[in-house]
């Protein structure tokens, strides 16, 4: 055998596996990686589509509101708050439920701080929370269908607080602390003084 055609076999081999290990195999796990990351991108972008589609066939359904769901809607949840429309019908609520108030106040504005969720999550409401106080010597009949009545109304007003003690000739002397919200839309909010304003 020549020792030559040996040799140059031999080189044949190393030659073979450099390349395999040099280019042959990197190549492949860059390959791999490419097909990894391709799957990871097309999920990703049946995700964002995903999201895209929710989002539109939620903006079309708003978009098909009519203005009277809009407004109610503003009315609602407003970029502003008149604290004396809300005082007005506050004050209608309670002729309504035939209660004069001792007092009726709006106590200022207080923006709602970012809190942690039970996952650990930093959420941020966006709100500013408007605090009305109620104070009337009443019977518990009547503070109940006050209660009732506070539930339906065009604010999504939320009792904070309540107090009850009792007063002479058989009524509750009733404190009641409601707070209702507008939307927050200052990027750096400034802090709104208090305005007592009563009725």
């Known amino acids: 055998m020549n020792p030559f055609n040996l040799f140059f076999q031999i080189s044949m081999v190393v030659i073979a596996v450099t390349i395999g290990v040099l280019y042959i195999n990197p190549t492949l796990k860059e390959i791999k990686a490419t097909q990894a990351n391709s799957l990871i991108y097309t999920e990703e972008i049946s995700k964002v589509s995903a999201v895209n589609d929710a989002l539109a066939d939620r903006i079309a359904y708003m ?12 009315k609602y949840l407003p970029d502003k708050l ?8 506050l ?3 309670l002729s309504t439920q035939s209660i004069e108030p001792k007092t009726l106040t709006y106590k200022g504005t207080e923006n709602q701080k970012g ?11 966006g709100l500013i929370t408007h605090q009305f106080e109620i104070s009337a010597d009443i019977t518990y009949a009547d503070l109940k269908g006050l209660l009732k009545a ?3 109304n065009n ?3 939320s009792v904070t607080s309540l107090t009850v003690n009792p007063s002479e ?14 939307r927050k839309l200052e990027i750096n909010p400034v802090s709104t003084p208090v305005n007592d304003g009563q009725i």
């Open 63 to 74: 978009d098909n509101l009519s203005l009277a769901n809009k407004q109610a809607l503003i």
């Open 169 to 182: 000739n058989g009524f509750l002397a009733v404190d009641i602390s409601l707070a209702t919200f507008s």
């Open 155 to 157: 604010y999504p007003l």
């Open 91 to 93: 004050k209608s609520i």
């Open 115 to 125: 809190t942690v969720d039970g996952f650990g999550n930093s959420t941020n409401s």
């Open 82 to 89: 008149d604290e004396v429309a809300v005082l007005k019908d």
């Open 150 to 152: 506070l539930e339906v």
